[in-house]
């Protein structure tokens, strides 16, 4: 399972990064808009705190899909032929994902709501499908099942496509889906520093070092 990162906020992933053990960084055009900067730039600044093997996904915008063919091809130039392109599936985005593939590039295929999506991003080739567990919950359905099936139907094709969960708004939403083994999600990082948001945690690890420094004095450690 991989976590990454679902941010543009370069502060709050080099904050993240010291503190979890995370694998990469997504991110899409409401993301970059919120960073409030020039999108290249933010996105430079993301690759090199990555290095240059690490998973950075960055969307196209354009609606036809030999545009979004030629973003790919830009932003491989701009950050490194390893970017993962997300490309929202549409008529148009599913005709590019397969441009895409045709030529070797790395896809994400976004924007996913429904099964049939998954199954057709899926047999399409992407390397990454990225499902919206939140907002699949705010249409009345079960997110976190509903990306399960699309995991049962992977599984069933033999597809080598991975799962890449997005759009989480609570932690049960992620233990449900760590606990089927789903490839990969990407967490905002209130989300993730929320794994370990726990006060009884927080007075357990407080109590043994009182204990300790009843023992041996105040501020005392194993060093001494
Ligand atoms: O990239 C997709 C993901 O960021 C969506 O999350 O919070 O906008 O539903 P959200």
Redesign the pocket.
Known sequence: MKILL?TADVNAIRRAYEYFPLDGV???P??LAAAGRAPYEVLGEIRDLLGKDGDL?V?VISRKAEDMLAEAQRIREKLGENTFI?VPVTPEGLKAIMLMKERGIRVTA??IYTVQQAFLAGKAGADYA?P????IE?LGEDGVKTVQRMQDVYDANGFGTCLLA????NTRQVTGLAEYGIGAM?L?PDILEGLLKNPCVDSAAEKFIADFETLRGPGATMLD
Request: charged share 15%.
């Open positions: 679902d997504t991110t899409n409401s993301i996904h969307q997300k976004t924007c990225a919206y567990v939140n907002r705010n997005a759009s989480f708004k990407t905002p």
